[in-house]
């Protein structure tokens, strides 16, 4: 995709943005697919605690499908007290009841929590892909992330919880623009477009034989309506008054 | 995690939630991501036409994680337009503007509006990991979804897009309840209790001779604030006391 300038400026410095810190990851795959997902929504700042058997990993960066920024920037830590020590705030991801009085959040609420702290800078822990975080380290944040996943299939992947928070920080932070609109090429139709159109199908379809005389008013009003529900533009206009033009030759040759 | 009934009965029956429709698919990883993400959020039907290299794919109930119920129950279509000849509405995922003259929504719009229309079955459509959906597919659909990526790294794995609408189907449909809550365990700390915490803690903090007299009063009201910041319950205060208490008694020895 081609960017213009204006998307460009769009996208505001690093650091803004909150840090992803994983426990403990084991496969390369999870990491490199966190990787991509942070990219896709902005975030940049990659954080590892102990990462099983070892980094770099084989395979991340293919997972990572190009965001590979965000891995070479990625910063290795032997503890989570460590990763998180220069920050001003820590959510916790947890798919089950702690037990420890701490506030829980949805995504969205934790993102809009998040994006209200003015110069602070916050990070995220996302635990171990099966054990997730143990309970001292969810003691060590601010407060708890869920996700409203279904109770009849809760397991979230570890790249798409990381995802979900990245997109929920992504539309917090007034950022959420889609890459195109939906405006349309050309103006609404002006009224006097839409009975000049009425006319000619009406005066093509009578061509046509095609109204029993007794409900030719009935039947007329309903396909106005559907015409109106088109909410037709001016270049539609043209389009379907050229194919009842061509119809209404062909008829008559 | 163990389910009550009640969280069981919350569980509406299959049919409201939209179809997912993916349009030759290649890997195998990201048809099981699919079925697992589609589970995730209570999604359940399955729709793949012409899966690249055939189907079943070795691999795909490896990366549904579980989520085989959603893979066992998917049906294969030979077209899109056979995918989706029983829905009574149609979305098409794209990352690019097709000169189209369609609605475009982001994935919560989208989901709003397809919640909106009762009775209606809808469908999903996702194209093909490098090239998505050709235009003739997307011309198929009411209206496009596009995801609010950032411009700097747009593209979006298969599955993650599949993963945010039925997040934000979930949303929509009244159906994000969290697996748990930050209701706390206790009931919050009457003033009575937190007076006699303030009067406790400045009396050992005498005892310990912590206080410049002069500012034994200004200390003393900003200590007391970081305590009303802390918003204890009664199990806090309880915890704190006998805390005190502990250190009291140890000065004294």
Not at 136 to 157: G, Q, R
């Amino acid at each position: 995709m081609t960017r213009t300038s204006a998307e460009k400026e769009l996208e505001l410095p690093p650091g803004t943005a909150p840090v992803v810190i994983l426990v403990e990851p084991q496969l390369a795959e999870n990491i490199g697919m966190t990787a991509r997902a942070m990219a896709n929504f902005g975030l940049s700042e990659l954080r590892l605690v102990n990462p099983k058997n070892g980094w770099p990993k084989k395979g991340v960066r293919e997972a990572a499908s190009g965001a590979t920024h965000v891995l070479d920037d990625a910063h290795i830590f032997a503890s989570v007290e460590e990763a998180i020590a220069d920050l001003h705030c820590v959510f916790a991801t947890t798919a089950r009841e702690r037990g420890q009085m701490k506030r829980v959040f949805a995504p969205d609420e934790a993102m809009a929590d998040l994006v209200g702290r003015e110069g602070q800078r916050c990070g995220i822990l996302f635990g171990r892909e099966r054990v997730g975080l143990t309970n001292d380290e969810v003691s060590l944040a601010d407060a708890i992330i869920t996700f409203p996943v279904s109770p009849d299939f809760p397991s979230l992947n570890l790249a798409q919880a990381v995802l979900l928070v990245g997109y929920e920080w992504r539309k917090a932070s007034g950022r959420a623009r889609l890459p195109f609109s939906g405006e349309m090429l050309s103006p609404p139709a002006t009224r006097e477009a839409m009975v000049a159109l009425f006319t000619n199908l009406e005066a093509a379809l009578d061509a046509a034989g095609f109204y029993p005389p007794e409900k030719r008013g009935g039947i007329t009003r309903n396909m106005r309506d559907m015409l109106h529900r088109m909410a037709l533009n001016e270049q539609d206009v043209r389009t379907f008054q050229g194919a009842l033009r061509a119809i209404s030759r062909a008829m008559k040759s």
